[in-house]
């Protein structure tokens, strides 16, 4: 079944069409959540969350295509991770987070490497990192979703860029050995 045609039935309420649409996407939208979460366990509960709002509203989402449609779900789960982490106080306390890269084509080992490296970032840059970079937010939208200001979603940017850098230099020159 189509993604439109699963999506039309689960706006009814058709719970095969809901159980349906969730084995056709929930993947990429655990990898949505993993990228703001510390674990799998709160990327569930992420996963979760999100589902019910996608549920929810899907009665007032009008389908154009089947990547606004997959973006559209992302962007909910990324505000429910933000949530979440809001809610809890890892946010304020410890800034810790996670990012699981999409890269399709890649070799296992480059993405395991990319996971740790961007798992050695302080949480407020990873996500600002992550809005920015794969889900394509503007310093706008960031800054309100955060509340914090533009300016300093701009420096959380550049902070995780230059830390990304000095990590990968770092990597090389001990692989070089």
């Known amino acids: 079944?189509?993604?439109?045609?699963?999506?039309?039935?689960?706006?009814?309420?058709?719970?095969?069409?809901?159980?349906?649409?969730?084995?056709?996407?929930?993947?990429?939208?655990?990898?949505?959540?993993?990228?703001?979460?510390?674990?799998v366990s709160t990327a569930d509960d992420v996963l979760q969350e999100s589902y019910i709002r996608i549920f929810n509203?899907?009665?007032n989402f009008e389908y154009i295509n089947d990547e606004s449609t997959i973006g559209w779900m992302r962007k909910i789960t990324?505000?429910?991770?933000?949530?979440?982490?809001?809610?809890?106080q890892r946010w304020l306390d410890n800034n810790k987070s996670n990012f699981t890269p999409e890269i399709q084509n890649s070799n296992p080992m480059m993405m395991d490497d990319m996971y740790?490296?961007?798992?050695?970032?302080?949480?407020?840059?990873?996500?600002?990192?992550?809005?920015?970079?794969?889900?394509?937010?503007?310093?706008?939208?960031?800054?309100?979703?955060l509340g914090i200001e533009k300016s300093s979603?701009?420096?959380?940017?550049?902070?995780?860029?230059?830390?990304?850098?000095?990590?990968?230099?770092?990597?090389m020159s001990y692989e070089k050995v």
């Open 1 to 39: 079944m189509s993604l439109e045609q699963l999506v039309i039935l689960a706006a009814e309420g058709k719970e095969q069409a809901q159980k349906q649409l969730f084995l056709k996407t929930s993947s990429q939208l655990k990898a949505v959540a993993l990228r703001y979460v510390r674990d």
């Open 57 to 59: 509203q899907l009665t």
């Open 78 to 88: 990324a505000r429910e991770a933000i949530r979440i982490i809001k809610k809890d």
């Open 116 to 145: 740790q490296m961007l798992m050695r970032l302080p949480d407020n840059q990873r996500v600002v990192f992550n809005l920015v970079a794969i889900e394509g937010y503007s310093h706008k939208e960031i800054a309100s979703e």
């Open 153 to 171: 979603s701009r420096s959380l940017l550049t902070r995780a860029r230059k830390n990304l850098q000095n990590i990968l230099t770092k990597k």
